[in-house]
């Protein structure tokens, strides 16, 4: 699985899944969350809000997909990344996200993925942790039996670039 970086927005990538950093409420929010549902329109939230009803609240580190509305992608995977913890090391939740996303991906038969930052923004996960975490999550995973070809990393900012630069 090739691996690659890129500076940009999320909801601009033309692959078949885009992966969400949203909360376990499944009913939006801000940063990444936001800007997914604005621009992928309410079909999207539509299927949340079914899968919500059905399920109940999606646990940290848990995945489920949905329509990608009117995005480039086929797909939206919904992770929930956890809130960092100065107390706790909530190392193997923020892994889960990765791992759970790329087997969900394969899963839906999508050869392209990308993810955003988890965790990395309202959730207060340290940058260069976060991108260390991600790539060693990806990596591990890509190396299973995943038909997931290509895993990008959708970075908003310099110091999100950088990071993950650093960490691969
Ligand atoms: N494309 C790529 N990356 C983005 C974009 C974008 N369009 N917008 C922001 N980022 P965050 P979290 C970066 O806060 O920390 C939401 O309200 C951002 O700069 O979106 O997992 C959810 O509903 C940061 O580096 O996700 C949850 O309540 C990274 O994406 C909560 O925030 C993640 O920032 C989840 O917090």
């Known amino acids: 699985m090739d691996i690659e970086l890129v500076r940009g927005d999320i909801t601009e990538q033309n692959v078949d899944a885009v992966v ?4 376990s409420s499944l009913l939006g929010g801000g940063g990444v969350d936001g800007a997914i549902h604005r621009r992928g329109g309410p079909s999207i939230l539509e299927e949340c809000r079914r899968i ?3 399920s109940g609240p999606l646990p940290t580190g ?3 997909s949905t329509t990608a509305g009117d995005l480039p992608a086929r797909w939206v995977i919904h992770t929930v990344g956890p809130v960092h913890s100065t107390t706790e090391d909530r190392t193997h939740l923020l892994t889960s996200c990765y791992v759970e996303s790329l087997r969900l991906a ?4 999508a050869r392209t993925v990308a993810f ?6 309202v959730y207060g996960w340290p940058l260069d942790d976060a991108a260390r975490v991600a790539v060693a999550a990806v990596r591990e995973a890509g190396t299973a039996t995943s038909d997931v070809t290509t895993c990008r990393f959708v970075l908003f900012d310099e110091p999100a670039y950088v990071a993950f ?3 691969l």
Do not use: I, K, T, Y
């Open 20 to 23: 969400n950093a949203a909360n």
């Open 52 to 54: 919500r009803e059905r």
């Open 62 to 64: 848990r995945v489920v």
């Open 106 to 109: 394969d899963e839906l038969g």
């Open 116 to 121: 955003p930052a988890v965790s990395a923004g």
């Open 165 to 167: 630069d650093r960490a």
